[in-house]
């Protein structure tokens, strides 16, 4: 890559590479302050290159996240997180290769090509999501696992949303967002036990920050997709 290229690049993705660089200022100093592993903080440095592809919708992301899927398992069995440990490495790592490789096929630009949800399928959705929840939380209730509504809301809906960026539907960030809201509160009320889980505090926060973005660009990118059909 050229030089004139790189400097266009980083133009471009100003905002993305600012925001990147002091997330990940702020996450090495709390890694330092509360003496986080460096195991355990791995998987965040290689997340926060997939936020910047996700806000971007790009294609690229779900095969980045599918390799540091397995890595999070690992972290959340440390956590006795077993719902968040089983979801990653047996449903988000294999389901996302598959989407990269689904993506891939459809391709639009650094994207893909976007469709909409009928109303029908969001009512089944929702009624699937709330059986499967309310039957984890009965089903961990029984183990000596962690914070089990929050363990297994954040781990249901992420099923979901991986279902839907399988899919293309646009839907998938409403569903990636209350996701990432429902993890930050996660994270808040395991810091009183565990101190250096701000680590993964500061990286919620950044990844919201990238749902949002995320948000607004497959909009965007649906809205082209429909008006050069239509053309």
Do not use: H
């Not at 290769?97 to 689904?102: D, E, G, S, V």
């Not at 363990?151 to 949303?161: N, Q």
């Not at 429902?182 to 919201?208: H, N, R």
């Amino acid at each position: 890559m050229k030089l004139k290229e790189i400097k266009r690049l980083i133009s471009e993705n100003k905002f993305s590479f600012i925001l990147i660089s002091v997330t990940m200022v702020i996450l090495t100093v709390a890694t330092v302050v509360f003496k986080q592993s460096v195991f355990r903080v791995f998987p965040l440095y290689i997340s926060l290159v997939i936020g910047m592809l996700q806000a971007k919708a790009n294609r690229y992301a779900p095969l980045l996240g599918g390799i540091n899927s397995v890595f999070y398992a690992l972290i959340y069995f440390y956590y006795k997180l077993y719902a968040s440990a089983a979801y990653a490495i047996l449903f988000s790592c294999p389901v996302q290769l598959i989407t990269f490789i689904r993506w891939q096929r459809n391709a639009y630009e650094s994207s893909t090509v976007f469709k909409k949800m009928s109303p029908r399928l969001i009512i089944a959705v929702a009624a699937a999501f709330t059986v499967s929840w309310v039957g984890m939380m009965l089903l961990l209730g029984k183990t000596d696992s962690g914070y089990v509504l929050l363990d297994t809301f954040t781990t249901v809906l992420g099923v979901v949303t991986t279902f839907l960026t399988l899919f293309a539907f646009r839907e998938y960030t409403v569903t990636m967002l209350v996701g990432v809201t429902a993890s930050i509160a996660l994270y808040i009320m395991m810091i009183f036990d565990t101190p250096e889980q701000v680590t993964y505090l500061i990286y919620g926060v950044y990844t919201f920050i990238c749902c949002v973005r995320g948000y607004i660009n497959v909009r965007r990118l649906y809205r082209r997709q429909c008006e050069e059909k239509t053309a």
